[in-house]
């Protein structure tokens, strides 16, 4: 398997994600959508799937797993996946941190407009969300530092090997983050089976690496 084999393995992942974010979105938004708020919304919920599912794939691949070198073509071509993936996931966690930020923006254009039904949550619940948004926002910039430097090829790698394993504990952060913030409703859909099955994947090789 050449690196454009790789790469088509990559944008079809890519895909499958989008397809099926796709297909959950007609479910709440049966209209599609139609205002401010609307975009906003489904281009946090898009780039936050996509770096979380990039990511879960990367910590996957970074436990080198046998069964998937014939699929990827050896074990230098599966290193080279696991480095585009977290490339790509770290582009797509700063698109998500970029539009979270544009909220008040949206809301001085757009108004409000119509929103994603939310959950009745009690104090503690909307404790538990704000922590973990907190968290999922200090663990992009913590990201941001970890994935330049891996890419800096001056810093000494015997500090980047001890810095790399943080990466792990980097990702359990952001898995809690998605647990608390992934729209209830969507579990029950395409979109959440497939976040489930990569969390759960990406969880164990995160501890398995740990």
């Known amino acids: 398997m050449n690196s454009r084999t790789s790469s088509f393995t990559l944008i079809a992942f890519m895909a499958t994600v989008i397809l099926a974010w796709g297909a ?7 209209q599609g959508i139609t205002t401010g708020w609307d975009v906003y919304q489904q281009s946090l919920l898009l780039t936050g799937t996509l770096a979380i599912g990039l990511m879960s794939l990367a910590m996957i691949l970074s436990t080198r797993p046998a069964w998937l070198e014939p699929l990827f073509g050896g074990l230098d071509r599966i290193y080279r996946a696991h480095k585009w993936a977290g490339i790509l996931a770290l582009g797509f966690a700063m698109a998500h941190w970029l539009i979270e930020m544009w909220d008040d923006g949206i809301k001085a254009f757009f108004g409000r407009g119509v929103r994603l039904p ?13 922590a973990a948004k907190d968290a999922g926002e200090w663990a992009i910039y913590l990201l941001i530092g970890m994935v330049l430097i891996s890419l800096w090829r001056k810093f000494p790698y015997k500090f980047w090997r001890y810095l790399h394993r943080a990466m792990p504990a980097l990702y359990l952060v952001l898995v809690f983050h998605t647990l608390w913030l992934f729209p209830v ?9 497939l976040m489930a099955v990569l969390l759960v994947g990406g969880t164990l090789a995160s501890l398995l690496s740990l």
């Open 185 to 193: 409703q969507w579990w029950a859909q395409p979109v959440g089976v």
């Open 118 to 130: 939310k959950a009745d949550l009690s104090g503690y619940m909307e404790m538990m969300r704000h």
């Open 24 to 30: 959950s979105l007609f479910v709440d938004l049966g």
